[in-house]
């Protein structure tokens, strides 16, 4: 059965780092796309970052390029989002979803989903 899990979330100082982590289970990354979303609250959910089965990524949102990486660690299953510089601008519930092979991102696109972890950029 597939099932995707985040963890990671928190309450950070703007210019403070997170590391979100997406557990992956019933599917191989090796055969999979996981990509992350964020919805921030009153707005649609946006693609932030996409890892393909082949190991590429793609940026989806233009305001997180230069601050957020996306990783994968095969043994463990696991997709990371490694988000540094946070600005308040990226406070949301961060989620992750999975596709066979392909990326996209329109969260419509993707038919398996996590169920979340807040990230709140606050002083």
């Known amino acids: 059965q597939l099932r995707l899990v985040e963890s990671g979330g928190g309450l950070v100082q703007p210019g403070g780092s997170l590391r979100l982590s997406c557990a992956v289970s019933g599917s191989a990354l090796s055969s999979s796309a996981i990509g992350w979303f964020r919805q921030a609250p009153g707005k649609d959910r946006e693609g932030v970052l996409c890892?393909?089965?082949?190991?590429?990524?793609?940026n989806y949102a233009d305001s997180v390029k230069g601050r957020f990486t996306i990783s994968r660690d095969n043994a463990k299953n696991t997709v990371y989002l490694e988000m540094n510089s946070l600005k308040p601008d990226d406070t949301g519930i961060y989620y992750c979803?999975?596709?066979?092979?392909?990326?996209?991102?329109?969260?419509?696109?993707?038919?398996?989903w996590g169920q979340g972890t807040q990230v709140t950029v606050s002083s």
């Open positions: 979803a999975r596709n066979d092979y392909y990326c996209s991102g329109s969260a419509k696109d993707w038919g398996s």
């Open positions: 890892l393909k089965s082949s190991g590429d990524s793609i």
